[in-house]
């Protein structure tokens, strides 16, 4: 998204992903139309800036509770979910979270263990005195492709 200024004191936000300058002429596009969505002479034109959306916003507009503190009660959940055998991805859908969120808390929580290529720190207060569950090695994680260890999805029983 382009938020574009004008000399006549104008603000218009323009989506698109391309901007060219030809004959003394603006013209910003969609990579996917073959028209252009907005056009001015370039002496019109006072400023461009790029407006970049919050990457929480974002992730929360398909994940809910993306980067929401954990309650108690959902980390219990998760736990349990996990320990019944459902797969991250469904645990995730069911919370509002996303699989990345899933794996960390339940890293944090010690009921698996960093898989190669996790990108995970835990602050210690993250870790409860008292762990719910003892920790499921990663050798014993499932991974539905991809990358090994980057989305587990079953914890083998």
Not at 83 to 105: C, D, L, N, P, Q
Not at 117 to 130: E, F, I, K, L, Q
């Amino acid at each position: 998204m382009l938020r574009i200024s004008t000399i006549d004191g104008g603000v218009i936000d323009v989506d698109s992903s391309l901007m060219t300058i030809d004959d003394g002429v603006i013209a910003w596009w969609r990579s996917e139309s073959e028209e252009a969505v907005a056009r001015w002479r370039l002496d019109e034109v006072v400023g461009v800036q790029v407006l970049v959306e919050d990457p929480i916003q974002r992730a929360r507009r398909e994940h809910p509770n993306a980067y929401r503190r954990w309650t108690i009660e959902e980390e219990a959940a998760v736990v349990e979910a996990f320990a019944r055998g459902e797969a991250v991805k469904e645990i995730a859908a069911a919370t509002g979270r996303r699989v990345g969120g899933i794996r960390s808390r339940l890293i944090a929580l010690g009921v698996i263990e960093p898989a190669p290529g996790d990108r995970v720190s835990v602050p210690s207060s993250a870790v409860p005195p008292s762990a719910p569950a003892p920790a499921v090695p990663s050798s014993a994680v499932q991974t539905s492709g991809g990358e090994a260890g980057v989305e587990a999805d079953r914890a083998v029983v």
